[in-house]
Nanobody
Framework: QVQLVESGGGLVQAGGSLRLSCAASGRAVSSYHMGWFRQAPGKERAFVAGINWNGGNTDYTDSVKGRFTISRDNAKNTVYLEMNSLRPEDSALYYC???????????????????WGQGTQVTVSS
């Protein structure tokens, strides 16, 4: 089993930055694809960013391209999401996810991920 714990969320003004971290334990996730999702009240959980096992391939939802950066440090079993130029519409509960099944390309469907964290709240004020 893999346990994922997110941290780094908080309240920030529009235009500000946050860095989310996702620490994995229980098993090394160096061979897993990893992803960040977010869920705002009344909305479905949505893909934000994904990264393959060695960091050589990343993907982002269109609304965060150029503002968010996903990265990973397999030696630390940790994945990061650097968020810049934050907007009020980025406010949500952010979840980290890990997937061990093989896919061609990075999956964006939550069902393609096997393990989830509890989430960290990001609130962007206008």
């Amino acid at each position: 089993q893999v346990q994922l714990v997110e941290s780094g969320g908080g309240l920030v003004q529009a235009g500000g930055s946050l860095r989310l971290s996702c620490a994995a334990s229980g098993r090394a996730v160096s061979s897993y694809h990893m992803g960040w999702f977010r869920q705002a009240p009344g909305k479905e959980r949505a893909f934000v960013a994904g990264i393959n096992w060695n960091g050589g391939n990343t993907d982002y939802t269109d609304s965060v391209k150029g503002r968010f950066t996903i990265s990973r440090d397999n030696a630390k079993n940790t994945v990061y999401l650097e968020m810049n130029s934050l907007r009020p519409e980025d406010s949500a509960l952010y979840y980290c996810a890990a997937g061990q099944r093989f896919y061609i390309g990075l999956p964006t469907n939550p069902g393609s991920y096997d393990y989830w964290g509890q989430g960290t709240q990001v609130t962007v004020s206008s």
